[in-house]
């Protein structure tokens, strides 16, 4: 992805067709790599991706490594999503932000923000339903078509999940003028599972799946985590309280229900 450029690699390459490769890593010269450390531009499993310094901790850190991460005392940003293990400082995150805004602005593509639950789909978990629900899904998606499903049945999460009508449809074209990201405060795992029924090949999100383990916690939504600058930016989303800092941003939507047990909760039932 394009997010990762600061990545690099840092194995060293042998100068003579001839010559085996070092045992050992190299020492890399930072000066080659747009930089020099400390301060640490980010980490991938508690290694600079820059310099290939293991990341201190505890309190030797703050003294000899301020900044390495957090920019002078702020805390690093993670962004699991795009690669497990990976945080970067608030400068490297700014650098990378700015490439966002210059490949939107070249390929004319603002960023689409995407919640999953009551926005894109419904989802219920098995416990939530009595056995006659559970047959009457079974039935229903029995009778669904094929060349269009809409409702889906996932063991491996325990849940059943239904697509918004014509929410396909909405996707393909929104992919058109979009770059998609999908930020739900669902887990990483029912992240996972619901972009796979969604986008199967990866063509609409390209890994572009945000979860709850990337908002640091809180039950709010930034769009600092996906690197989107306010202004290229526009949110679907049926619940506004998550965007605390981004209202302007969003277009709240109506609340898509499907699943009995959800709708009495909301009074719809």
């Not at 390929?107 to 629900?133: G, I, K, Y």
Request: hydrophobic share 40%; aromatic share 6%; glycine share 10%.
């Amino acid at each position: 992805m394009a997010e990762l450029d600061a990545v690099e690699d840092t194995e060293p390459q042998p100068t003579d067709v001839n010559e085996a490769p070092a045992a050992k890593r190299q020492k890399v010269n930072p000066s080659a790599r747009g930089g020099s450390c400390p301060p640490h531009p980010g980490f991938i499993g508690g290694i600079c991706i820059r310099c290939g310094t293991l990341k201190m901790t505890g309190p030797e850190a703050e003294t000899r490594d301020e900044g390495s991460s957090g920019g002078g005392g702020d805390s690093p940003l993670a962004l699991r999503y795009i690669h497990h293990g990976l945080e970067v400082s608030r400068g490297e995150a700014d650098r990378l932000r700015a490439g966002t805004v210059q490949r939107a602005l070249a390929s004319r593509r603002l960023l689409l923000v995407l919640d999953l639950d009551h926005t894109l789909l419904h989802s219920t978990r098995l416990s939530d339903l009595s056995f006659e629900q559970s047959q009457a899904l079974a039935a229903a998606l029995e009778a669904e078509p094929k060349d269009n499903q809409l409702l889906y049945h996932l063991p491996h999460m325990s849940m059943w999940t239904k697509l918004r009508p014509g929410i396909r449809q909405f996707l393909a074209a929104a992919h058109e003028l979009f770059d998609l990201h999908v930020f739900t405060m669902g887990d990483q795992h029912y992240a996972a599972g619901i972009a796979a029924v969604l986008d199967p090949d990866g063509t609409l999100f390209g890994g572009r799946v945000a979860s709850s383990s990337d908002a640091g916690g809180k039950m709010v939504k930034d769009l600092d985590v996906l690197l989107g600058a306010e202004e290229m930016v526009l949110i679907l989303d049926d619940t506004a309280g998550v965007w605390p800092r981004h209202k302007d941003n969003l277009l709240q939507i109506e609340r898509y229900i499907y699943f009995p047990a959800c709708a009495v909760r909301f009074g719809r039932g």
